[in-house]
């Protein structure tokens, strides 16, 4: 996924859609990625290489 990318989820039979607002890299232990927020944001993580568990990708995409 790439900036600008739109994507769709969908829960409880309702479709979502979003798109990818921003993409970066942190720390393992940086825990704000998973706090609660006011907006509507799909929040996408995970291990940046399988052999590294010492940072994560994440993208995050605004609900649209």
């Not at 927020?37 to 995409?61: G, H, M």
């Amino acid at each position: 996924l790439v900036v600008g990318d739109v994507l769709s989820v969908q829960w409880q039979g309702q479709k979502y859609w979003y798109k990818v607002s921003t993409k970066f890299e942190t720390t393992s232990d940086n825990m704000s990625i998973e706090q609660p927020t006011d907006q509507a944001i799909l929040t996408l993580y995970t291990c940046e290489l399988w052999w590294n568990s010492d940072k994560r990708l994440v993208v995050v995409a605004e609900r649209i």
